[in-house]
Structure formats: C-alpha cells, structure tokens
C-alpha cells in the first residue's frame, strides 16, 4: 500500500510539472505573439523611406558639416591670433613695469642727491646769515661813523 501510495504521489508530480510546464510554454507564446503583433504594427506604422528626401538631408548635412568646419577653422585662428596678442600685451606691459622701475630709481637717485645738496646748502646758508649779520653790524658801525663824521664841521682851512 505504501509502495502503491509513493507510486501515486510521483505520478501526481510528474504530471503537474508536465501542466506547468505547459502553462509556462503558453506564456513564452502569449509573448511571442505579442511582440510579433508590435513589431507587425510599428513596421506598419513607419512610412517608406523616400530616396529624394534622404540625397536632400544628406546634402544638407554635407552642407552644415562644411559651415561647422569653417566655422571651427575661423574660430582657431581667432584664438590663434588672440593669443598672439595677448602675448605681445604681456611682453609690452613687462617692459612697461621695467622702464617705470628703471625710471622711479632714477627719481629716487635724483630726490637724495637733490637732499644732499640742499642739506649742504643749508650749512653753507648758516654761513652766509653770519656774514649778513656781520655786514648789518659793519653798516651799522660805518652809519654812527659817517653821522659822527657829518656832526664835525670840516673845516675849510685844512686841506
């Protein structure tokens, strides 16, 4: 009974794989179908493709390619020049930077040298106001001395 039961059970089992199976297989079909039915309705959908229409695109993408070539070959030598100039600006304003250096030390130079003198003429200047002052007091002497000699009557007889 036992080996009857087991002998059932594995019956059992073989045919509900073989229903599976079969149900699994209708699926991959179902699919199939589908996908065939899709593809059948979008080729049916997409137009013929017109000769005239795919020479005029092509000549037009010939055309755009050239412009966009042209264009890129403008634009490198733009950049090309650009750069040219931009290097000749920097080199212009290096020797700009060297020549206003060059110029503001010789300023400077000149402003302690201008310093120097005027610091030896202010010396030279302590100088001079003595001797102004001396000469104020030699006039000053020769006044009193001239109006001493002016206050004594010269007389005529002494020759």
Same mark, same amino acid.
Request: charged residues 30%.
């Given at each position: 009974?036992? +080996?009857?039961?087991? &002998?059932? +059970? &594995? /019956?059992?089992?073989?045919?509900?794989?073989?229903?599976?199976?079969?149900?699994?297989?209708?699926? *991959?079909?179902?699919?199939?179908?589908?996908?065939?039915?899709?593809?059948?309705?979008?080729?049916?959908?997409?137009?013929?493709?017109?000769?005239?229409?795919?020479?005029?695109?092509?000549?037009?993408?010939?055309?755009?390619?050239?412009?966009?070539? +042209?264009?890129?070959?403008?634009?490198?030598?733009?950049?090309?020049?650009?750069?040219?100039? /931009?290097?000749?600006? *920097?080199?212009?304003?290096?020797?700009?930077?060297?020549? *206003?250096?060059?110029?503001?030390?010789?300023?400077?130079?000149?402003?302690?040298?201008?310093?120097?003198?005027?610091?030896?003429?202010q010396?030279?200047?302590?100088?001079?106001?003595?001797?102004?002052?001396?000469?104020?007091s030699?006039?000053?002497?020769?006044?009193?001395?001239?109006? /001493?000699?002016?206050?004594?009557?010269?007389?005529p007889?002494?020759?």
């Amino acid at each position: 009974s036992s +080996g009857i039961n087991a &002998e059932y +059970g &594995e /019956t059992r089992k073989q045919s509900l794989l073989k229903f599976l199976e079969s149900i699994e297989e209708k699926e *991959v079909i179902s699919k199939e179908r589908q996908s065939e039915s899709m593809t059948s309705t979008l080729v049916k959908e997409i137009p013929p493709i017109n000769p005239q229409i795919m020479r005029e695109l092509s000549m037009r993408l010939d055309r755009t390619a050239k412009d966009l070539a +042209g264009m890129v070959n403008w634009l490198e030598r733009e950049m090309c020049a650009m750069s040219s100039h /931009t290097a000749k600006f *920097v080199d212009l304003h290096a020797k700009a930077v060297d020549e *206003v250096t060059e110029n503001t030390d010789k300023s400077v130079k000149a402003m302690y040298s201008l310093l120097s003198k005027a610091s030896s003429m202010q010396k030279d200047m302590v100088k001079v106001e003595m001797m102004s002052s001396h000469l104020k007091s030699i006039n000053k002497y020769l006044e009193r001395l001239d109006s /001493t000699l002016s206050a004594i009557k010269p007389n005529p007889d002494i020759t």
